[in-house]
């Protein structure tokens, strides 16, 4: 019978003999399926570092690759909010990289100590992330796991960082060869996940890690994620089903500009989404210029409603109630009007119950509230203009077939150009900030006449017309 073999040096003391004497190694910091990190201290440049090291069992030919990859990833990306390296190592079956030490915890964490964020804080976060999603995609490189677990926040700033690009993808992939992210391996994360990266089958380019960081930021915004599930397919049949609850619904306090801005990253066709992270960068910065307090109760559109909605249904109540007694007084006994007056009532304070936890008082269920003024200008403002426009724009372009948009495929994304040149522009004194302020206005306003207008030509037959409107010099 052969000798027992002697057991294995746990990793730390083969990783610290691996590193000789450039790296004093330290405590763990985290670990993954498929990799430990631990601190460090480099004792060479005299600071305080990470080490990513890959777990021998897992070496395989395959899973060492794609480790390398993600050196050779984060090597080529120099940006602020992208974390770097420093070093890269390999000796028998270890490999490992040295990048900075962060000094701060994961947004996940900051997630489960305070549930959601501040609005403002969201925005700031996904503000970052989406900088650093830019240069990624800038360079060719789809991250393909954007999720809270991902994302650092460093220092007193808790400014994001973006980290693991271990499954990171070449936009200029041809796929010949074998995948590194096929065959069993990690994917992505499934909450997370996009339907095309989901279901296997779409084209994954840079939409689908802006549908990634929308969950993100729904998640930041509300506390929960959108679609949940065990594994891909199960998130992608939610995702198939029906679209997430309204953001609105759940913080009544977001800016409309940000629910909607985070919700469009959501689109179930990634061509529905923004068509860059600098886009969507861009309207997240225009949605904190129109960010302003919201009155309890007095969310927007939908929480003017709600008061409406309750006296429909009081007046439904007493309705019925109104003509159970008469039923009744016709036959002689009260049969109708007390079960009538018991479920209504009931109905009633359910309904009431609900409004008041959601900061509606008694008199404001009963009076039809004033106009909401257009966010931080006086009406008639031409920024509060561009606005409006651009809500019905939006809103007549939705309504056509997504065959006919393809005559104007970019126009979204034009019209939001224009109503960011009428907001930067509006109360500039000087007279050519006047004139492109007046011709961008002009181009929205003939864009949402034109839009409005269409004949059974559909909107190839207006198309010309917008065309020469969507750039104003």
């Known amino acids: 019978m052969a000798p027992a073999q002697p057991p294995s040096p746990p990793l730390a003391e083969r990783l610290q003999q691996a590193l000789g004497g450039s790296c004093l190694l330290g405590q763990p910091l985290g670990e993954g399926g498929f990799g430990v990190v631990y601190a460090a201290r480099d004792l060479r440049l005299a600071r305080d570092v990470a080490v990513k090291v890959l777990r021998p069992e897992l070496a395989a030919p395959v899973l060492r690759e794609r480790f390398r990859r993600e050196a050779e990833a984060i090597a080529g990306l120099r940006h602020p909010g992208i974390i770097a390296i420093h070093d890269v190592g390999e000796r028998g079956d270890l490999c490992w990289f040295v990048m900075p030490l962060i000094q701060g915890r994961t947004l996940r964490a900051r997630l489960e100590a305070e549930g959601r964020l501040p609005v403002g804080e969201a925005r700031r976060v996904l ?273 056509f077939p997504r065959a006919e948009q393809q005559a104007l495929p970019g126009l979204p994304a034009q019209v939001d150009e224009l109503v960011a040149v009428c907001e930067a522009l509006a109360g500039q004194p000087q007279a050519a900030a006047r004139e492109r302020l007046a011709r961008a206005a002009t181009a929205l306003a003939t864009i949402r006449s034109s839009l409005l207008n269409a004949g059974s030509g559909g909107l190839a037959s207006i198309a010309p017309v917008i065309r020469p409107h969507l750039h104003v010099e």
């Open 127 to 399: 503000e970052e992330v989406a900088a650093a999603l830019s240069a990624a995609h800038a360079r060719g490189l789809v991250h393909r796991d954007i999720k809270p677990e991902n994302i650092l926040l460093d220092g007193d700033e808790q400014r994001a960082v973006l980290t693991d690009f271990g499954i990171a993808k070449s936009l200029g992939e041809t796929g010949s060869g074998p995948s590194l992210t096929t065959a069993g391996l990690i994917v992505g994360t499934p909450d997370y996940m996009s339907p095309e990266q989901a279901g296997g089958g779409g084209v994954v380019d840079a939409r689908s890690d802006l549908y990634a960081l929308g969950v993100v930021g729904y998640e930041l915004l509300t506390g929960q994620r959108p679609f949940r599930g065990p594994t891909p397919m199960a998130v992608l049949m939610q995702q198939l089903g029906a679209p997430p609850a309204p953001i609105a619904s759940l913080r009544r306090e977001c800016p409309p500009a940000l629910s909607d801005a985070v919700e469009r990253c959501l689109k179930l066709e990634p061509r529905e989404r923004w068509e860059s992270a600098q886009a969507f960068r861009a309207a997240l910065r225009r949605s904190g210029a129109l960010a302003r307090p919201v009155t309890a109760g007095m969310e927007g559109a939908a929480g003017r409603g709600e008061p409406r909605r309750f006296r429909r249904l009081a007046l439904g109540v007493a309705g019925l109630l109104l003509a159970g007694a008469v039923v009744d007084l016709s036959r002689g006994a009260a049969v109708l009007s007390p079960i009538i007056a018991l479920v209504g009532g009931s109905l009633l304070a359910v309904r009431f119950g609900t409004l008041w936890t959601r900061g509606f008082a008694w008199r404001a269920l009963w009076r039809a509230p004033a106009p909401a003024p257009a966010p931080g200008l006086p009406a008639g403002d031409p920024a509060s203009q561009a606005r409006s426009d651009r809500a019905t724009i939006l809103r007549c372009y939705a309504a």
